[in-house]
């Protein structure tokens, strides 16, 4: 168990009679999540699952005490404000395209009420065979010691798939998302990471534009973190002035590089790759088992 | 997404603020009578255009000609211009700085003024006279913000500040931009101020509610490709490298700005960026027949590199749409090599050895690249 989620807490899933609601609430309930309410306008039951008209509705009814939202992008502010008020330790969103405005005002809303938020845009996170909130798909998750963020989807699945076949499972997966502004930064997972006794080491999955990257090794140095961090940037041959896909992955001036994340990350203590084989191969030749191959 | 110097000054132009009268020329297009001196400057959304030899003040006809000649076409940063905007010089007696920047880890707004801007706002004498003061995403908060840095402007700066602060609050609000930055702010021998350089990025994904910004980048979609495409077609496809011998037909944004790292490492060069987001074609190969073909377009291209890892999309819905689209593309004749993992592979791998298409496919990412180096180097 760590800080971020109980693999038992009841949860509920806004927006739950949408195409998209359906699907992902009837995959992570498949994966053992424990789904026991859903919000929506409209109907009163997916599935068997009691769906309410407010998140407090499903909250007093329940005790649902987590929350993943699959509502649109310019609904996600006023879902983190329901949750807030609802008295949910955490809410997940899903929602590619939010605002920045949106973000930086969801994102105050949280802490001043110290509700978690995972989001804005993220496939999700998860406790590999306990408990998923979002979509991260099997084929990259399996128990086991590292603790990974990321901010990117695709990028995470591709090098959790490649350690999960040398034998290297995850403790938490945490989708952190590629916003420019974001509910929980690299820099607030990684002490949850460091005061988990189930993890042994964190995999960073980083890109360029933003800072957080560097936040995360100042965090390092200032508080004497000590577990050890494999660290993979994407996006060296992105040039400035163009946004990368995700809305966070822009360079302005010499804000946002690659060398900028590497050279923090390094003097924090942190390997860092540009190649996942070489990432994936260095996690494995320091695993305290010989990985079993396949 | 930065807008061009132009678009950025029009739209502060349209909410009342100051700025020095100009037009944009894109290249090609026909040059109209002007009254000299002008001002020409480099349309491109990087800083260090002045140092590029990307702004020139031409006095006569054969001036501005000659600088037209020299910066429509020039490469700055790696980026290509196509425009310049021309424009009235401004009479001045100081270059100040003011911005507005959302700070991403205190989900605050970070105000910062400067009686010293110009191109030298980075040195060490500039950075001293800096203020920097924080808000809330509130028009309140950050007003009074702006009270408290111009209140310790010297005398002669702090009014012009004060207003031109409280000006790009609104604009900053109104068109929900992460950065606005105005460098320089000429304060003019009467005390009035205007706009000389301006920096706005705005957030592609508040187009729709920033329709000025939103039409802005629609009126010039060869400039703005990228966030017009979004726009119209809610993807990303990016040209790196015109020259470029590898083709990406790509999804997810991280893996893809890493495919490309990898590829670049290995001595390729990548020709685009691309995040198809195969989750959205519900049923319809229009996407993958528009970036073949944009691919298709590359004079250099050796080989095509389909990557899809399906975290939920049905690969072998994916393998129907993507022979589709091959065959769509005849044009295209550069080998194909496919990387396919995921969901529903198996059906994927079965409905494309059936077809018979030459397609290379790998499910292991290494294997894939080592395969598209060797058709890459004949």
Known sequence: ?????????????????????????????????????????????????????????????????????????????????????????????????????????????????????????????????????????????????????????????????????????????????????????????????????????????????????????????????????????????????VTMGHAGALIHGDVGTVASKQTALQKAGAQVFSRIADLVSAVAAEAPRPPAFC | MMLLEHDAKELLGDLGLPVPAGVLLTEGSAVGPFEHPVVVKAQAPVGGRGKAGGIRLARTEAERQAALKAILGMTIKGYRV???????????????????????????????????????????????????????????????????????????????????????????????????????????????????????????????????????IEAQPALYSQAALKIEQDYDFVRLDEFGDVGLVTTGAGLSMQLIDELAARGRRPYNFCDIRTGMFRGNPGRLIQVLRWIAAGPNIKVVLINFFAGLSDLGEIARLLLIALKETPELKAPIVARLIGNNLEEALAIIAADGFPIAVETDLEHAIQLVLQKATP
């Not at chain 2, 003024?113 to 924080?134: C, H, K, N, Q, Y």
């Open chain 2, 82 to 216: 196509g425009a310049v905007r021309l424009e009235r010089p401004v009479d001045f007696v100081a270059e100040a700085y003011l911005s507005l920047t959302i700070d991403a880890a205190s989900a605050t707004v970070r105000v910062l003024m400067s009686p010293s801007g110009g191109i030298d706002v980075e040195d060490e004498t500039a950075r001293s006279a800096l203020r920097s003061e924080t808000a809330r995403l509130d028009p309140a908060d950050l007003m009074r913000a702006v009270e408290r840095a111009s209140a310790n402007m010297p005398q002669g700066f702090r009014a012009p500040l004060r207003e031109a602060g409280l000006r790009l609050v609104s604009a900053f609000l109104e068109y929900e931009a992460t950065l606005l930055e105005v460098n320089p702010l000429f304060i003019c021998p009467d005390g009035s101020w205007v706009i000389g350089d301006a920096k706005l990025i705005a957030d592609d994904n508040a187009f729709q509610r920033s329709p000025l910004v939103r039409a802005r």
């Open chain 1, 1 to 241: 168990m760590t800080a971020l989620i109980d693999p038992e807490a009841p949860i509920l899933v806004q927006g739950i009679t949408g195409r998209a609601g359906r699907s992902h609430a009837r995959n992570m309930r498949a994966y053992g999540s424990r789904i026991v309410a859903g919000v929506s306008p409209r109907e009163d039951e997916v599935d068997g699952t009691p769906v309410f008209r407010t998140t407090a509705e499903a909250v007093r009814n329940t005790g649902a005490r987590a929350a993943v939202a699959i509502v649109p992008p310019l609904s996600v502010l006023e879902t983190v404000k329901d949750s807030a008020e609802a008295g949910l330790e955490l809410v997940v969103t899903l929602a590619e395209g939010v605002p920045v405005h949106d973000a930086v005002r969801a994102r105050q809303i949280a802490q001043a009420a110290g509700i978690r938020w995972i989001g804005a845009s993220t496939p999700g996170l998860a406790i590999p065979g306990r408990i998923k909130l979002g979509f991260l798909p099997s084929v990259s998750l399996a128990p086991g010691d590292l603790g990974v963020m990321a901010k990117s989807g695709t990028l995470s699945y591709e090098v959790c798939h490649r350690l999960v076949r040398a034998g290297l499972g995850q403790s938490l997966w945490v989708g952190v998302g590629g916003d420019a502004v974001k509910g929980t930064r690299f820099a607030e997972v990684a002490p949850i990471f460091e005061a988990d006794p189930d993890t042994r080491a964190m995999v960073v999955i980083g890109e360029i534009g933003g800072d957080e990257e560097e936040e995360l090794a100042r965090m390092i140095l200032e508080r004497g973190l000590r577990k050890p961090v494999y660290a993979l940037i994407a996006g060296s041959a992105a040039r400035e002035g």
